[in-house]
């Protein structure tokens, strides 16, 4: 478990202020700078760390506070604030008040260069031991030779610059990440997404004090080697506290792109991201970034600029649009990833959107933005389903809402490999666009609403398979 705080300044801090900070934080600690500088760790006499402080990051929208923080902060703060986020280790009743020492950090930071301290409310310290103790990554708690666990009890849990490092190192080490919460934690819409994968899972531990998995409810148990596992011979009762029913639920649209473009020098990112978000909401991202908060302003050619610095190593970014919650707005989050294929540069885009509850997101409305993304040569793959959710688009613990499919869109490369008569023949009828001999094609399976559709898709799937058409959402 983290105490976490954040400071969110009017002006730049300065080297000199950070020091200033860091030694007001805590005199008797250590200070040893590591990526650079872009992380430094407190460490106590003994080497252990006992807090780690990011570099600041200047948002270009204060909308990602009210986002991830607290909704209220927005007008007290500037337009683009600076953010500083420190961490510090719950240590047990015998190691060094972190709390305090992160602070203390952040309010010698509030007092040279203004703004603002955010912490999370003081929850009442957990007494099981698993959820006490550090390791030498800052958002993990403990290791074993499966997995990697992380504990955290703010409000909304992110993909934060913390996560993003620790599934990525430990998924290298071949960890699964497990991550756990109170049950009255919520996850961010791209943190939900990443938690997938063997053994790895969202753990929400209840106010009874046992520990349920925070997407079906299931009892969970401790394994030494592989984390928080299906407690065996415990009833297959469902959490009873789950949200099922929620009155502040919406629809809310999974939109998945693939689009493949042949390497040109003036080869610009993200346009088939824009032509999403124009179809689907009327606007584009507003910010992007390498993890959240999403600190940047949306811009293709900076995003192209990162992946083209990156190749051929992949890009991961994250974006957000527009986070107002007014009568009929749309608002969406997702991920972005750049690679190479042996055809060109892949991009592959998962978008969620909040949709209101109208016909503008039937099936047959999609046949416009599809034959947009054709003629735009945007498309090599698309699928729609729909699910239910929150209007900000954070997850609740309990039990999941069914994810059922609306459509699937292929682009003329799957036609013309699999031939058009047979892309044509499918069980489900398909919409052509374009070219007779290399047409696009749209299958609308259903409203998004009938379990019964799933059949449907993997029928569909079956059929469309051997040209690589790829395997369903789960």
């Known amino acids: 478990m983290t105490h976490d705080v954040v400071a969110l300044l009017d002006r730049a801090p300065t080297l000199r202020g950070m020091t200033r900070a860091l030694v007001h934080a805590g005199p008797e600690l250590r200070v040893r700078p590591v990526a650079d500088g872009a992380l430094v760790q407190l460490r106590d006499g003994t080497g252990r760390m006992v807090a780690a402080v990011q570099a600041a990051q200047r948002l270009s929208s204060r909308t990602e506070v009210g986002r991830l923080l ?5 007008p007290a703060l500037p337009a683009q604030p600076y953010w ?5 280790a719950r240590t047990g009743a015998r190691g060094p008040d972190t709390r305090e020492i992160v602070r203390r950090f952040a309010d010698a930071l509030v007092e040279q260069f203004g703004g603002v301290v955010w ?11 698993l959820l006490t103790g550090a390791t030498e990554h800052p958002a993990v708690t403990l290791t074993t030779t499966g997995v990697a666990v992380a504990v955290q009890d703010r409000p909304v849990v992110a993909m934060d610059a913390w996560m993003v490092d620790a599934l990525y190192t430990h998924a290298h080490a071949r ?16 943190l939900r997404s990443a938690l997938t994968g063997p053994l790895t899972r969202w753990v929400v531990r209840t106010p009874r004090g046992d520990y349920r998995d925070g997407f079906s409810g299931a009892p969970l148990a401790w394994h030494e080697d592989m984390g928080f596992v299906r407690a065996e011979g415990a009833p297959d009762d469902r959490w009873t506290e789950a949200r099922e029913n929620d009155p502040d639920e919406r629809s809310v649209l999974l939109v998945d792109l693939s689009v493949i473009r042949p390497p040109e020098q003036g080869l610009v990112l993200g346009t088939g991201l824009e032509t999403l978000g124009r179809g689907l909401t009327g606007t584009l991202p ?7 908060p999403a600190p940047l302003a949306w811009s293709p050619e900076d995003l192209t600029g990162l992946a083209r610095r990156r190749a051929p190593k992949a890009t991961w ?7 107002g919650q007014g009568e009929g707005s749309r608002v969406f989050t997702g991920t972005l990833r750049v690679s190479r294929v042996p055809e060109g540069v892949r991009e592959d885009v998962a978008l969620a959107v909040g949709a209101p509850e109208d016909t503008a997101c039937a099936p047959d409305s999609l046949i416009p933005l599809v034959e947009q993304l054709a003629e735009e040569g945007d498309l090599h793959r698309l699928t729609v389903h729909r699910t239910r959710g929150r209007p900000d688009l954070t997850h609740t613990a309990g039990t999941a809402a069914p994810v059922i499919p609306m459509g699937l869109g292929i682009g003329p490369a799957a036609t013309t490999g699999l031939g058009v008569d047979h892309v044509l023949s499918a069980p489900v009828r398909g919409i052509p666009f374009g070219p007779p001999t290399a047409p696009s094609v749209w299958y609308a399976i259903g ?9 449907v898709q993997r029928s569909l799937l079956d059929h469309l398979r051997p040209g690589g058409i790829g395997p369903e959402r789960r």
């Open 70 to 74: 607290a909704p209220g902060l927005g």
């Open 84 to 88: 500083v986020e420190a961490r510090g």
């Open 119 to 129: 912490s999370p409310e003081t929850t009442p310290e957990w007494d099981d031991p």
């Open 175 to 190: 960890r699964a990440f497990q991550l756990v919460t109170p049950s009255t934690s919520r996850l961010t819409h791209i």
């Open 286 to 292: 507003t910010v992007w970034g390498t993890s959240e």
């Open 317 to 323: 970014t994250v974006f957000n649009g527009p986070t």
């Open 447 to 455: 409203e998004g609403t009938a379990p019964a559709d799933l059949a």
